[in-house]
């Protein structure tokens, strides 16, 4: 017995296609004008469905699926199961906390299909007559398809070629696999389905391009912008090993600097990764970079050949890792960069002036910041912030473990609960007043000493436009983080001593 399921028929076709060359003998028969629209039960498209997969020998190829790939398949079974981040854990860190990480794994992509027809061939094999799926039209805009077996959850297997061809969506209907075969999956989880009719394979291909190729994959800042709107309160208290949880902190804290009043980078960070044109003025950074430069230092486990991060490692194994909240941390960062900034204003360096006066004229006031957020400084710059924090971590990790008692503070604010602005704001007041700071202000004078023009700055010679070309790259953060413990070792001061330390394990 046959059974049948509604479709929404629409055209998708223009008049000007008429034109166009339609060659059958190139795979590329003129389509049907109309595409169709409908859901089915997950169980009975997986039946239904096969996958013409790409093979070639020595008179070319032919098909355009991939070779399924089983842990693919079993990535999207999980994901249905528990959404993300959880699905994307390893088992072993299924934890009780992890639990709340667990979401809906909506499927709302279509599969792609194309409905096979009677003089349809595929290397040599046909639809049984049985097996065709037919296609009625019922009134404007509705379609009725009349399918080859009634009840979805019948273990149904073709005579010979499957009718639905799969043209997008193979793993995830490969994923249900299991399920289908078990007869675990209820038979009303649904999947939308767009159908083309008769659809020749020169045009599949076409199709599958277009899906799969074509389209701009997001970018990574704008992902990472959507982090607050997918996390739960619960994300932020936990800070283990994975990275998913620190990445998630380190969001976080790149928002607060982005937000907070007080931050020199307010309202300065490349928050959706725009282009140069349509970003925030002298945002020359975006927050994907700002997420992997704090995600890699303040925030490493120490696990490795990685550092420790002062937010996240243990100072010591009696200690424990350092006590701060999150608006505490928020606030080092704040205060960190304030002193940089603070320090470029009042000082008197070389690689500043030719930043601000190019042409030997008398700057104006303002455009002094222009050696801290213009758009040549590598301050101002991705290798220039990931090098920043990743020596600041290195050193003031190690201040940690020299003397404890610098980051002990008696605050005001309550650990745990949600940040605020007036809590930070709490914690820069309380880190100001420290003895901490002391420390801050020396690293910001060491670290604007050193030469933070671009390689498209003026004034460069040959030699320091080398220099600084050397510095981009992922060998490059490891030559500045070298140059610049060099640069902050000399000195007598307690910051120049932990720096000549670091330096040596470098060597």
């Excluded at 490969?174 to 659809?199: C, H, I, M, R, Y």
């Excluded at 009696?318 to 000082?347: E, N, T, Y």
Aim: proline share 6%.
């Amino acid at each position: 017995m046959a059974g049948k399921i509604q479709a929404i028929r629409f055209k998708q076709w223009l008049p000007e296609w008429d034109d166009f060359d339609f060659d059958a003998e190139q795979h590329r028969r003129k389509p049907d004008e109309h595409i169709l629209l409908f859901s089915m039960p997950a169980v009975q498209l997986r039946a239904l469905s096969g996958v013409y997969r790409r093979t070639r020998d020595q008179d070319g190829g032919e098909g355009l699926q991939r070779l399924h790939d089983p842990k693919r398949s079993a990535a999207i079974r999980d994901f249905v199961r528990f959404g993300h981040p959880f699905s994307s854990l390893p088992p072993s860190a299924r934890d009780d906390v992890a639990t709340t990480m667990r979401k809906p794994g909506w499927l709302p992509t279509a599969i792609v299909v194309n409905i096979l027809t009677a003089k349809d061939e595929r290397r040599g094999r046909r639809v049984a007559n049985s097996d065709l799926v037919s296609v009625h039209d019922s009134g404007e805009n509705r379609a009725e398809l009349g399918l080859p077996y009634l009840d979805r959850l019948e273990q149904w297997e073709p005579a010979d070629l499957e009718p639905f061809e799969v043209i997008d969506g193979q793993h995830r209907l490969w994923a249900f696999d299991e399920a289908f075969k078990d007869g675990s999956l209820p038979g009303d989880f649904e999947l939308p389905v767009v159908a083309f009719t008769g659809l020749d394979v020169g045009w599949q291909a076409y199709l599958f391009w277009s899906i799969n190729v074509s389209p701009k994959r997001i970018n990574p800042s704008h992902a990472f912008d959507l982090f607050p709107l997918l996390r739960s309160a619960e994300w932020l208290e936990t800070l283990s090993d994975l990275r998913i949880y620190r990445q998630a902190r380190a969001q976080e804290l790149t928002e607060i600097l982005y937000t907070q009043p007080e931050s020199p980078f307010h309202n300065r960070i490349n928050m959706l990764g725009e282009s140069t044109k349509t970003a925030p003025p002298g945002a020359g950074v975006t927050q994907a970079g700002w997420v992997q430069a704090i995600t890699t230092s303040f925030l490493s486990t120490g696990s490795g050949r990685s550092a420790n991060g002062l937010f996240a490692a243990e100072i010591t194994p009696s200690r424990g890792p350092l006590p701060w909240s999150r608006p505490q941390q928020a606030a080092f960062l704040i205060a960190l960069w304030s002193a940089i900034r603070r320090s470029i204003l009042d000082s008197q360096h070389i690689w500043i002036d030719s930043l601000i006066r190019p042409n030997g004229q008398e700057p104006l006031d303002q455009i002094r910041i222009e050696a801290f957020a213009g758009s040549r400084t590598m301050l101002n710059q991705e290798q220039g912030v990931r090098g920043v924090l990743a020596v600041a971590n290195e050193l003031f990790f190690s201040l940690a473990q020299l003397n404890p008692d610098l980051f002990e503070f008696n605050s005001k604010i309550i650990a745990g609960t949600a940040t605020s602005p007036e809590d930070v704001t709490v914690a820069l007041e309380e880190l100001s007043s420290s003895e901490l700071m002391s420390r801050i202000h020396d690293f910001a004078s060491g670290i604007v000493s050193f030469d933070w023009r671009s390689a498209d700055a003026p004034g460069l010679s040959d030699d320091q436009r080398m220099l600084k070309r050397a510095f981009r790259g992922s060998s490059g953060y490891v030559a500045l983080r070298e140059q610049l413990f060099r640069h902050l070792s000399v000195g007598s001061k307690e910051v120049a001593q932990v720096a000549a330390e670091a330096l040596k394990r470098l060597i």
